[in-house]
C-alpha cells in the first residue's frame, strides 16, 4: 500500500470528536517525519524524501511537493537548519540538520502523535455495544 | 515566525537572492534524483511539479498579501504617473481639504483636549472659591491636609522686566514655594522655587525663567544661572528654567518668569497684598489625595471658605451678609487641561470651524469621486480584460482603493506639511487678553492619528463607489467598444448629477455660514457703543510707576493734556482710569437716598475716573446735566456723571442730576451733575452697566494709571510717535505702553468673531470654486457626449439661444436641488451657531437667498462656457462626427 501524504489534499473527519485540537495535524505529522529522520544525521531534501521512503517499509510516500514547503517552514521555524554541502556522490547539495530546538520540538511532537494514536485505537478496539449504552 | 526574516523578504534584492537560492537547491535535487533514477526527466517525473514547490515553498516565507499589497502600491504610483494632472488636481485638493482639517484639529487638540504636562493633572483641582486672599490661601492649606496633598496659589502680572537692556513687558507668575512640587515640574536647568525660597519673612530674591524667555534673551546660555533679572527694577537671581513643554496652568498664556510670592510687597512697591485680606488676586490649585474624590473634598473645604468669609467680615457685619456666606460652596473644578479662558471663549468658534472644515472634506471628497468616476469611464476597457483573463473581482476592487489610499495619503502627507504653519497663521488671529496666545499646535501623535483616519475615509468615500461602477456590468461590450464608453449612460448621467447636486448643497452651506459670519462680524464692528469712535486715539501709561505723588502728578497730568493740546491735528483731549477695551475695571458700593438694596449685589456700580470734557472729548451723548469742566477739578469738588442704567437703576422714577450718591465703604458723597447714554466700552455683546465717572481726586487717593484719550482731526494714522515724543518731553520717565486707535481697541475683543468671518469666507469660497469647478466638469462632459443630439436639434431648426437655454435649464435644476438639500442642512443647524453670533438671527431668509444668489452666479459662470460650447456646435460637423 502507498499513501501519498499532502497535507491540504486529505480531510479528516471526527477530528474534533477526538478533542485534538490540531487542525494541521497532517502537517505536523510531516514535520514530525522530518524531524525523526534528521535525527540520524544532516540529509538533503532528497534524501529526507528517501529516507521516509524506506524506513515506512515503503509504504509513505512524500511528495516532494508537499516536503519541500515543509523544509522552509521547519527552517524559519528554527528546528533545522541547512547548509550547502558535498554529497557522497560528489555533488554539491542542501543538508538540512536538526538543532536543538528541533530536537525539543521533536520530543514534544513525539508525545502529540502518541496521544493522538492511542486516542484513535481507544476509538477503534471499543466495543460498539458498550458505547452505545 | 520572526518579522525580521519576513520583513527582509519584502526587499526586491532579497527576494531575487531567494529565488536563486531556491532554483538552484531545486537543481542539485533533481541531480541527485537523476543519479539515482537514470535520467532527468525521469527525475523530475518521480519529483513532480516543482515549480508548484517552489511556489509554496516560498509562500511560507513570506506575507503573501503584504507583497501583493506592495504590487498594488507599485501599480498605482504608475497609473497615477501616468495621469499627472489628474494625480496634481486631486493631491492639491485632497492636501487643501485635509490640511484645515489637521490644522483645525491641531488647534482643537492644544486648546480643548491635551492634558497638562505635569505628573498626574487628573488629580489637580482648581478651588472655585469666593474668596482668594493670600489669608484665603493659608487658611485653605492649613485645614485641607485631610484631602489635598497641598494646595498652591499663583497670580500672573505683566509688569516691566530688565535683563540688562532697558525694561520691557513680561508676564510674571508670582508662586507660592509648592507651586512646582505639587504640580511635579522640575527644572530643565538649576533649581525650581521651593517652599525655603518662598519664606514670607525673608524670600529669597530668586527668578526661575521659561523655556521661551531663555532661549529669546539669553540664547539658551546656560551659564544665566546666578545671573540678575530685575523685575521692577528689583534684582532677582536666575535659578533655574522650566522645562520647554511647561507654560504653567493656563492654556494659551505662558509666564515669562516664575517668582516667589512673598516677593510681591517687594517687587511692587507701596502695594501690599499679601497681608490684605480683602485683596482677592489669587488662584487656588490644590493636588487631590488619593482615595478621595473632588465633591468629597469640596464639601470638606466648603467650611473652611464660610470661616475665611466669617472672620474678613469682623464682627460686625450685618445678619444677612453672614446668612448669605454662609449658603455659598466651594467648588473643584478639574484642571487636568488646564484652566483657560482662551477655552472658554474659543470651544464653540473652534467646533464650528471644525465642522465647516469637515463638510470642506466632504465635499473635497465629492469632488475627486466625480473625478474618479470620469475616470473609471475611460480605464472600463483596461478592467474588463483584467477581469476577462481571470482577475477576482474583489482583488480588483482593492488595486481601485489602493490607488485612492495612495492618492489620499499623497494628499494627507501635504495636508501635513501646510497644516502647521496654517495653525501658527490661525493662532496670530487670536489675543488673549490683549496679548499674542502660546500654544504649541504642532503635528503630534493624536493629530497624525486624526490624519490617518481622515485620510481612509477620504479614500472610501472618494473612491469606493467609482471602483464599484467601474466593474459593473457584462463585461463583453466594454470590450467591444474599443474603449469608449458604452451604454448605462442615462444611470451614469444621474449619478453625475446627485453628486453636482450634493456638492452645490455643501457650498451653499458653507456660503451661508460664510455669509451669516461676515454679517455678525459688520454688525459688531459697526455697532453704536455709545461714542464716537472715529479718529479716536487711547495712549495707555502709567502714571503710578513714574513714581509721582498726588500732587506733581496732577500737575504733570495738566501738562501733558495742555502739551498733547498744541500738536497739529489734535482736537481734543482728555483722560479716564479705565480706558476702553483695556480689560481693566472696578466695581464699588453706591448707596442712594431712598433707593433700598434687596440683595448685596444691587449696590454695586462700575467707577472710572475721567478728565475734564470726557464726555465730550470720547462724543458721548449726554441725555441730561452737563460734561465735566476743569471746573470740578478745583478744590474738593465731587462732581459725578452716571449712565442711564446706572441712573434707572438707582435714581428710578426720579432726576438723578443734582442727586447724592455716596461711594464706597467711606461712603464719600458725590453729586451727580450729567447723565450720559449707556456706553458698552470692555464688551460689544454684554448688556450695559450700571456706571458711575468720578472727577476730582480726593485727598488720600493715590495716582491712578492713564489713558489719555485724544479726538484727532483727521485720520490718527501717524500721529503714534509725534504723541509718544510730546508725552516724552514732559517726563521722559513716563512709561507709554501702547497708543491705539479706538477702532483697534474693540477690533482685539473681537478677535474670535473675526476668526470665524475669516475663515468661514476662506472655506465658503472654496466651496463655491469646488463647487465650479465640479458644474463646469458635469457640464463639459454631457455637452461632448450630446453633441450629436445638438446637432440634430440644430439641424431641425434650434436656435443658439435656445440651445444655451437648454443646457442652462439643466445647470439651474441641479442649482435648485442643491439649494434645497443646503437650505435643510443650514437652517438644521442654525441652532449651533446662534450664542455665537451677534445682531442677526440665524434663520433670517434672507441671508439663505444671499447664499443661494452667490451659488447660482458662480454656478452660472461656470456653466457658460460648456453651454457656449454647445451652442456653437456646427449641425454639420456634428452629424459627421459619428
Known amino acids: ?133 | 515566525m520572526r518579522w525580521s526574516t519576513r520583513l527582509l523578504y519584502l526587499l526586491p534584492w532579497e527576494r531575487r537572492a531567494e529565488d536563486r537560492e531556491l532554483d538552484e537547491e531545486l537543481q542539485s535535487i533533481v541531480d541527485l534524483a537523476a543519479d539515482d533514477l537514470g535520467s532527468q526527466s525521469a527525475a523530475r517525473r518521480a519529483l513532480g511539479n516543482l515549480t508548484l514547490a517552489k511556489e509554496d515553498a516560498r509562500a511560507v516565507s513570506k506575507w503573501a498579501w503584504l507583497e501583493s499589497v506592495f504590487a498594488d502600491i507599485q501599480y498605482a504610483f504608475r497609473v497615477l504617473r501616468r495621469e499627472p494632472s489628474f494625480t496634481a488636481i486631486a493631491v492639491v485638493t485632497l492636501g487643501l481639504c485635509i490640511g484645515a482639517n489637521a490644522a483645525i484639529f491641531s488647534l482643537i487638540d492644544a486648546v480643548l483636549l491635551r492634558t497638562l504636562p505635569v505628573r498626574e493633572p487628573a488629580r489637580l483641582m482648581q478651588l472655585e472659591s469666593s474668596t482668594a486672599s493670600y489669608f484665603a490661601w493659608q487658611q485653605f492649606s492649613a485645614r485641607s491636609g485631610e484631602w489635598m496633598t497641598g494646595i498652591l496659589a499663583t497670580t500672573v502680572e505683566v509688569r516691566d522686566v530688565d535683563v540688562g537692556g532697558g525694561p520691557f513687558r513680561c508676564s510674571v507668575d508670582l508662586v507660592t514655594g509648592n507651586y512646582f512640587d505639587l504640580l511635579g515640574v522640575t527644572a530643565a536647568h538649576g533649581r525650581t522655587i521651593t517652599p525655603e525660597d518662598d519664606r514670607r519673612a525673608s524670600p529669597a530674591p530668586v527668578v526661575v525663567l521659561s523655556q521661551r524667555f531663555w532661549r529669546h534673551y539669553f540664547a539658551s546660555d546656560v551659564s544665566v544661572l546666578g545671573r540678575t533679572v530685575r523685575v521692577q527694577g528689583q534684582p532677582l537671581s536666575v535659578i533655574g528654567i522650566a522645562p520647554a513643554e511647561f507654560f504653567g496652568i493656563e492654556v494659551g498664556q505662558s509666564p515669562d518668569l516664575w517668582i516667589p510670592l512673598s516677593l510681591q510687597p517687594a517687587v511692587f512697591p507701596n502695594q501690599n497684598w499679601l497681608d490684605s485680606p480683602n485683596t482677592n488676586f489669587l488662584d487656588f490649585i490644590g493636588r487631590l489625595r488619593p482615595g478621595t474624590n473632588a465633591q468629597v473634598a469640596a464639601d470638606a473645604l466648603t467650611p473652611v471658605m464660610i470661616d475665611i468669609n466669617v472672620t474678613r467680615l469682623g464682627p460686625n457685619a450685618r445678619i444677612a451678609s453672614l446668612e448669605r456666606i454662609k449658603k455659598q460652596r466651594l467648588r473643584l473644578l478639574s484642571l487636568e487641561r488646564g484652566s483657560s479662558i482662551l477655552r472658554d471663549r474659543f470651544s464653540e468658534p473652534l467646533k464650528l470651524v471644525f465642522g465647516m472644515v469637515g463638510v470642506g472634506l466632504l465635499l473635497g471628497c465629492l469632488n475627486l469621486m466625480s473625478l474618479q468616476l470620469a475616470r473609471a469611464r475611460e480605464r472600463r476597457r483596461e478592467l474588463s480584460i483584467r477581469l476577462a483573463i481571470g482577475a477576482g473581482r474583489a482583488r480588483v476592487l482593492r488595486q481601485l482603493l489602493t490607488e485612492s489610499l495612495v492618492l489620499t495619503i499623497l494628499g494627507a502627507s501635504l495636508g501635513l506639511l501646510l497644516s502647521g504653519p496654517a495653525a501658527n497663521a490661525l493662532l496670530v488671529m487670536i489675543t488673549l487678553r490683549g496679548e499674542p496666545v502660546v500654544i504649541t499646535a504642532g503635528i503630534n501623535r493624536s493629530v497624525l492619528g486624526f490624519v490617518c483616519l481622515i485620510a481612509v475615509a477620504a479614500a472610501l468615500i472618494s473612491g469606493l463607489l467609482p471602483a464599484l461602477r467601474a466593474m459593473r456590468g457584462p463585461l463583453l461590450p466594454a470590450l467591444q467598444a474599443r474603449g469608449r464608453s458604452a451604454g448605462a449612460g442615462h444611470e451614469r448621467k444621474r449619478l453625475g448629477r446627485s453628486l453636482a447636486c450634493v456638492q452645490l448643497g455643501l457650498s451653499l452651506f458653507l456660503a451661508a455660514a460664510a455669509c451669516l459670519f461676515s454679517f455678525s462680524l459688520q454688525k459688531l464692528l459697526r455697532y453704536d457703543i455709545g461714542l464716537n469712535r472715529s479718529n479716536l486715539v487711547v495712549s495707555d501709561m502709567n502714571t503710578t510707576e513714574a513714581g509721582y505723588d498726588l500732587t506733581h502728578g496732577r500737575f504733570i497730568v495738566a501738562r501733558i493734556v495742555e502739551r498733547l493740546n498744541s500738536l497739529l491735528g489734535v482736537k481734543a483731549v482728555t483722560y479716564s482710569q479705565n480706558g476702553f477695551f483695556t480689560g481693566r475695571n472696578s466695581s464699588q458700593n453706591v448707596y442712594v437716598d431712598g433707593f433700598e438694596p434687596v440683595q448685596d449685589s444691587d449696590s454695586s456700580a462700575w467707577l472710572d475716573r475721567v478728565g475734564p470734557h470726557y464726555f465730550t472729548t470720547i462724543g458721548a451723548t449726554l441725555v441730561a446735566g452737563r460734561d465735566v469742566t476743569e471746573e470740578d477739578f478745583t478744590g474738593s469738588r465731587r462732581a459725578a456723571v452716571v449712565s442711564e442704567s446706572f441712573a434707572r437703576h438707582f435714581f428710578q422714577q426720579r432726576n438723578p442730576v443734582g442727586g447724592i450718591v455716596y461711594v464706597g465703604e467711606k461712603k464719600e458723597a458725590w453729586e451727580v451733575v450729567g447723565i450720559v447714554r449707556d456706553m458698552r466700552v470692555d464688551n460689544v455683546r454684554a448688556t450695559p452697566r450700571r456706571w458711575i465717572y468720578l472727577t476730582n481726586y480726593q485727598p488720600g487717593d493715590r495716582m491712578w494709571g492713564l489713558q489719555f484719550l485724544v479726538r484727532t482731526s483727521g485720520a490718527p494714522l501717524g500721529l503714534e510717535n509725534s504723541l509718544r515724543q510730546a508725552i516724552q518731553q514732559v517726563d521722559p520717565r513716563l512709561p507709554v505702553r501702547s497708543i491705539n486707535t479706538a477702532d483697534e481697541l474693540l477690533n482685539r475683543t473681537l478677535d474670535r468673531d473675526r476668526l470665524l468671518a475669516f475663515l468661514a469666507g476662506l472655506f465658503g469660497a472654496l466651496a463655491l470654486a469646488i463647487a465650479a469647478v465640479g458644474i463646469y466638469g458635469l457640464l463639459s462632459y454631457e455637452v461632448t457626449k450630446r453633441t450629436n443630439e445638438v446637432g440634430i436639434r440644430m439641424a431641425l431648426g434650434a436656435t443658439r439661444s435656445s440651445i444655451l437655454a437648454l443646457v442652462l435649464r439643466e445647470v439651474l435644476l441641479v442649482c435648485a436641488v442643491g439649494i434645497t438639500l443646503g437650505s435643510i442642512a443650514a437652517l438644521a443647524c442654525s441652532r449651533l451657531v446662534e450664542k455665537v453670533v451677534f445682531g442677526i438671527e440665524p434663520r433670517n431668509p434672507l441671508l439663505l437667498a444671499a447664499a443661494a444668489a452667490i451659488l447660482v452666479l458662480v454656478a452660472l459662470v461656470a456653466a457658460w462656457f460648456p453651454a457656449r460650447r454647445a451652442a456653437s456646435v456646427d449641425p454639420m460637423l456634428a452629424l459627421r462626427h459619428e
Open chain 1, 1 to 133: 500500500m502507498i499513501l501519498t501524504l499532502r497535507p491540504d489534499s486529505i480531510r479528516l473527519g471526527g477530528m474534533k470528536k477526538l478533542q485534538l485540537q490540531r487542525t494541521d495535524l497532517l502537517q505536523g505529522t510531516l514535520d514530525l517525519l522530518v524531524l525523526r529522520t534528521l535525527i540520524f544525521g544532516p540529509l538533503h531534501g532528497y534524501g529526507i524524501a528517501k529516507a521516509i521512503h524506506q524506513t515506512s517499509n515503503e509504504a509513505l510516500r512524500i511528495e516532494f511537493g508537499s516536503l519541500y514547503p515543509a523544509l522552509r517552514r521547519l527552517e524559519l521555524k528554527g528546528w533545522i537548519s541547512s547548509k550547502w554541502e558535498t554529497s557522497d556522490r560528489n555533488r554539491k547539495a542542501k543538508f538540512y540538520r536538526l538543532t536543538s530546538a528541533g530536537k525539543r520540538q521533536l520530543v514534544k511532537e513525539e508525545s502529540k502523535w502518541e496521544q493522538f494514536v492511542a486516542a484513535m485505537s481507544g476509538v477503534l478496539k471499543s466495543d460498539p455495544r458498550v458505547s452505545q449504552s
